[in-house]
Structure formats: C-alpha cells, structure tokens
C-alpha cells in the first residue's frame, strides 16, 4: 500500500511501522478530547471509565446553575462584540497590505500578528495594570478591547490569504464602470473575499469565547466568563459540572470548526 | 552640460517614489486603524509593564526631606540628628496617610525585615512631639544605624531602579554599586527561566519526534484517508486549550483513566503520580502543540516531488540514505518554521503548567501570575515579564528571518 513497485521488503516494513506510528499519534491527538463526553453522562461524581450509569444530572446541574448561566451569556457577548470589532478592523488592515504599494509590509504585518505571539499572561499583566489606570479593569469594555487585540491576527491573515487569489482587476472594472469605491468594494471585492472574512470571524469569536488568562485578570464576579469559571472550579475541586461545561465549549468548536470546513470547500470549488 | 547618467537615475527614482507615495499612502491608511487600536490597546499595555519593571515612587514619595538631608550624609557612618529628624518628620506624614507599609515594603525587598522597623518607627516618632530622635531610632533597632540600611534608602531616592530586573536574572547591586550574584538560597529566576526554556524544549522535541511521521503519513496517504487525518490534527487545534487540559487533568488524575486502564492491564500494582508531575505537564503540552508542528511540516512535504526520491533510488541511493540526503533536508523548512513556533508557544505557557503541573513544574508565567496576585510584586512580576517577553521577542525575530510573518496559515 501507498510504496513504490521498486520497494524493498525492509522498505515496506518500514512503511507499514510509520503508518502505525502515526496512526497512535492521531489516538493520543484526539481520544482525550472525547474522553470528556462520557464523563460528563455519567451518573458517579467521579472520573473512572467505563460509565457505569448515564444521566443528565451534570448538564441539569449547569443549567439550573445562575453563575454558570450568567458566565456563559458574560461570554457570548464578550465573543460576539471582539467578533464584529476584530473582523472590521482585521478586514480593512488587510485590504491595505494586499496593495502592492503598501509601505513597510513586512514589519507592520510582524506587528499585526504579534498578538499570536506574545505570551499571554504578558499581555494579561501590562492590560491589567495599564487598563487600572483608566478604570477599564472589571469591565466588559476593557476584556472586549484586550481580546479584539489577540483575535485581529487570525482575521489578518485568513483574509490576507484570500485577497491572494483575488483578481484586483475586478475592483478596476466596477470602478470604470461607475461604481464608487465603496459601492464597488460591497458589490464586488466583499463577495469575492467573504469566506475569508467569515472564516477570520470565526476565528476571532472561538479566540474570544475560549479565551483564559486576559479573562482572570480583567474581570470581576459580574463580567466572569465561562472558561474563568471552569479554571476557578479545576484549581479549587474538579467536578463533573466542569466536564458538562467543557463538553459544551467541545460541542461549540466541532460547531464552529465544521462551518469554517464547509466554507473553504467552497472556495476550494 | 548633461547631468551625470547617475544623478539622472536617482532623479528618476525619487520621482517615482513620489508618484506612488499617494498610493503607499492610501494602502497605508485601510490598515492605519488596526495598527493604532494594536498600538494603544496591546503596545501600550507591553510598555506600561517595562515602565512598571524599573518604575520606583516609594521611598522619592513618602521620604522626601529625608532624602534632602541625606545628601550631606559621608555615606559611611550612622548619620546626624539632622537626617533623623528629618526620618521622623517624613514618617508622621506617612502615619497620617497610610504609605508607610509602602516604603516599608519597598525596602523589605532590599533588607529583610524593614517593613516592620518601618512601621514601628512611624507609630513611634507618631507619639513623640520633639526630638532628639536619633537615640530613639537607634534604641528602636540596630538597623537605623548601619550605614548600608541609609545607602538603599538614598540608592532608592532615583526614580527608577534596576532592583528588579536585576532580581529576575537572580543579581543584585552590592553597596557599593557593583553587580553581584544574589545568595543561593534566594537565587530562583535563572532556575525557573531554564526550567521554561528547558520544558519548551521538550515540548518542541516530543512534537516534532511524534508529528514529522505524521505529516509524511498525510503526503502518501489516498485523498479520502489524508483528508480525515487532517481533520483529526484541526480539530484539536480548533479545541479550547482550556478543555484539552481538563481533559488532561481528568486522565491523569490518580483516580482517573489513566491509571485505571494501568490497574487494570497489571502493568502497576499501585496508582502512578501523573497529576501534577513533570511527565504530565510535558505530555498535556505536547499534546496541546502538536497540530503546531505538524502544519508547516505537512505544507512543505506537499510540495516536494516524489519523482525526486525515485531518481535517488534509481541512482543507487538506498532506502535510508535516500531519505536522509534527498527527502529530510527539504523538509527542513517546515521543521525550522513548526519548531520555532511550537517554542515561542511553549514558552508562554500559563494555564497547563497551573492545572497539570506541580510546583516544580510552574513555568516564569505562573510566576508573574504569582507575584501580581498574591505577593503584591508588581515590580518584580514586570520584570519577569520583560524576561519573558526579550526571550520570545529574540526567538520571534529568529522565526521572521526564517520563515517570515506572511507564511503563517491556519489550516
């Protein structure tokens, strides 16, 4: 399978050791993923396989919970404000750098994407401490602005990466037919790019909804977000309302994860 | 006359370098705005932590006029009435405004156990009406009269300090002003920064041990096969990092999966520590990068032609040389570019290492987390900080030689 006719025995072992390799390695990326979704059907408060009972007490538990239901409203809007904020913002940023004469490119898109880069708690501390200063600090606004800044690099380069294949010589046409700039880039340029927007997009919401450490020090009980409650309930005891909530957040990226696989087949076509 | 053909060219060159500046300038202005939000809402916030780091208004603020009459001071023996004086008049100011424990706590970082001389010296002179308050302050403590406890104070009048970077990389400034190492038993940054540099190591190691036979895999496999693979490396990647440690934290629990599926294989007779274990940590995070090093690794493989090592074998080359002189190095990008960027990643880990690690495991970020929550250390937290942020900084320049900013995909 898969080896050239030429191959020899000790070849073909050799290919059939490295198939099984890597198929262990796909188990150990993807089996603890899903380990939670049992756990969280289970009926015991403890977490040993097989299930010996199913129920639903957990999802009850966290839907009967209002800190649990206000941290998960607390993050969906979070999410869908650093979404609108990031995508315009992100779009626009690489609508310019895709111009050939753009100034500079490779040290302002080095800037651009070093969001991605910087790690976390660094850029949690100096918000915390800079933000304090103006009473941004346990405020919606101020985790809204620090997390629109981490999730514009996953827009910049979704939508840089399809203004690559984007013929600009459609934008001329509308234009000398007529059509003003705006006109022709809501018209013709935006239809053309939309997947990429839309796949930054939902990067940009998966980035703010999953979002950790910039969440612990930013907000306080009112703002606190689900992914802050559930580290707060794993440092103080695990329990299986955490993996129903986990499970949760699992379900939302296959979600999320799925509409982007459909939208680049689509582009792809 | 003719100008020269040179100054001909460079006329010409500035002239279309002027013709095209409204261009560059209207390229320039569709990303103005990200940059100005970037700059404001995450520059800003990177610089107020480097000012934080060397940032140092304790002593300048609530000892004033002791400062002013330290500078008389012969900087080698106890000094005169005057400076105490002053001391006591500077300390019933900060009775009255609380901020004596703060100078008493920015001085207990340099001399252990001045935040408590500090304290009761501002309830004492607070009940005295007039000197004199030097036999007061030396009756007080031994500490009022050595001369190095009035060298920090004055050292620490300047408005900005080294002392806490100093203390990230485990130095210090001896009395007289050079640089020394801290003792041992205080000497703990340079261990945590190898101790984070020595687990991204690992990390980068184990991903790219495990993912390179991956990334090969998805070149050869038939397109149905190579496309689910690829799903199953996305999906992960596309998984909260909060949900994959939980998921970690479950199986490595010593009542967790883990050790049951053990106890149940006999391959132990008794529960295995994973949870909170160096082992635990390294595997949570390798299983986190993965996807990171797999990505570039794949995109390069795809583009090299298999007719390459066909020509090799046809030349004599064997299996295994053929591999390793034709195939390996041109994969070499992809390595270079999954491998820095599964580094940098590492580096910066924070949530991992809290849930899954245990206290020898805690990486510089858990560190900075530490000292701005419990300890109350802002300075040194920043300076940790600014620690962190050179070593991924010199790393993320390496990565931009390389590889280069625009050849970051996702998926």
Redesign the interface.
């Known amino acids: 399978m898969w080896l050239p006719s030429y191959a020899t025995p000790s070849e073909r072992m050799m290919r059939i050791l490295v198939v099984v390799f890597a198929i262990l390695v796909m188990l150990f990326l993807i089996a603890p993923l899903f380990i939670i979704v049992p756990l969280s059907f289970s009926k015991d408060p403890f977490f040993t396989l097989p299930v010996r009972e199913y129920s639903l007490r957990w999802y009850a538990d966290l839907f009967g919970n209002p800190r649990w239901m206000e941290a998960m409203v607390n993050s969906g809007i979070a999410a869908v404000l650093t979404t609108i904020f990031a995508t315009t913002l992100g779009t626009l940023a690489a609508l310019g750098i895709a111009r050939p004469d753009f100034p500079a490119r490779r040290f302002v898109m080095a800037l651009l994407i070093s969001p991605m880069i910087v790690p976390i708690v660094i850029v949690a501390v100096g918000s915390y401490l800079f933000f304090g200063q103006f009473g941004l600090t346990n405020t919606r606004a101020g985790l809204v602005f620090a997390h629109t800044a981490l999730a514009t690099p996953f827009v910049v380069i979704t939508v840089t990466a399809t203004l690559s294949t984007y013929d600009t010589n459609l934008t001329r046409a509308a234009n000398s037919l007529g059509a003003s700039g705006l006109s022709a880039f809501f018209r013709v340029t935006l239809p053309n790019i939309l997947p990429g927007v839309i796949s930054g997009a939902i990067f940009a919401f998966a980035t703010s909804f999953d979002e950790v450490v910039v969440a612990l020090f930013l907000t306080a009980a009112e703002q606190r977000t689900l992914p802050v409650q559930m580290f707060s309930g794993i440092r103080d005891q695990i329990n299986p309302t955490i993996m129903a909530a986990a499970t949760m957040l699992l379900a939302l990226s296959i979600l999320l994860f799925a509409a982007l696989t459909i939208l680049t087949r689509k582009k792809a076509r | 006359m003719t100008a020269s053909p040179d100054i001909e060219r460079i006329r010409t060159f500035v002239a279309v370098r002027r013709a095209?500046r409204p261009?560059?300038r209207?390229?320039?202005?569709?990303?103005?705005?990200?940059?100005a939000?970037?700059l404001i809402?995450?520059?800003?916030?990177?610089l107020?932590?480097l000012v934080?780091a060397v940032d140092n208004p304790e002593t300048k603020t609530v000892l004033p006029q002791t400062l002013t009459a330290l500078e008389s001071w012969d900087g080698a023996s106890t000094p005169e009435e005057a400076v105490f004086a002053a001391l006591a008049a500077d300390l019933k100011i900060a009775q009255e405004n609380s901020t004596a424990a703060l100078v008493g706590k920015r001085l207990n970082y340099e001399i252990s156990g001045m935040r408590s001389k500090v304290l009761a010296a501002s309830r004492m002179v607070a009940g005295m009406d007039a000197g004199p308050y030097r036999e007061a302050f030396l009756d007080q403590s031994d500490l009022w009269a050595a001369p190095e406890t009035w060298a920090v104070i004055q050292r620490n009048g300047a408005s900005l300090t080294p002392y806490y970077l100093l203390t990230a990389v485990d130095l210090k400034q001896s009395p007289t002003g050079g640089l020394e190492r801290v003792q041992p038993d205080q000497a703990i940054f340079l261990t945590i920064l190898g101790r984070t540099l020595l687990v991204a190591g690992m990390v980068t190691a184990f991903t790219l041990i495990?993912?390179y036979?991956?990334a090969?895999?998805l070149t050869?496999?038939?397109k149905t096969i190579a496309a689910v693979?690829m799903?199953?490396?996305?999906?992960?990647l596309?998984?909260?990092?909060?949900?994959?440690?939980?998921?970690?934290?479950?199986?490595l629990?010593s009542?967790?999966?883990i050790n049951?599926i053990l106890m149940t294989l006999h391959l132990t007779a008794e529960k295995v520590q994973l949870i909170f274990t160096r082992v635990g940590t390294v595997t949570a995070m390798t299983?986190i990068q993965?996807?990171f090093t797999i990505l570039p690794i794949y995109s390069v493989m795809r583009s090299i032609q298999p007719t390459q090592l066909?020509a090799a074998?046809s030349l004599g080359a064997g299996?295994t040389s053929a591999f390793w002189r034709i195939y390996a190095p041109q994969t070499l990008p992809g390595v270079v570019a999954g491998c820095l960027m599964t580094f940098?990643?590492s580096?910066?880990y924070?949530?991992t290492p809290?849930?899954v690690g245990g206290p020898q495991d805690q990486m510089?970020?858990n560190f900075?987390?530490t000292y701005?929550n419990r300890d109350l250390n802002?300075g040194l937290?920043?300076a940790l900080?600014v620690v962190?942020?050179i070593v991924?900084?010199a790393i993320?320049g390496l990565f931009?030689r390389l590889v280069?900013?625009?050849k970051?995909?996702?998926?």
């Open positions: 095209a261009a560059r209207a390229a320039f202005s569709l990303a103005l705005p990200l940059v939000f970037l809402a995450f520059v800003a916030p990177i107020y932590l934080t495990l993912g036979p991956v090969y895999v050869i496999a038939p693979m799903l199953m490396v996305l999906l992960p596309w998984t909260s990092l909060l949900v994959r440690t939980t998921a970690w934290v479950v199986l629990q009542d967790g999966v049951s299983h993965l996807p066909r074998r299996p940098i990643l580096l910066g924070y949530i809290a849930l510089v970020s900075i987390s701005i802002w937290a920043a900080g962190l942020l991924t900084l993320y931009l280069g900013a625009d970051i995909k996702l998926g």
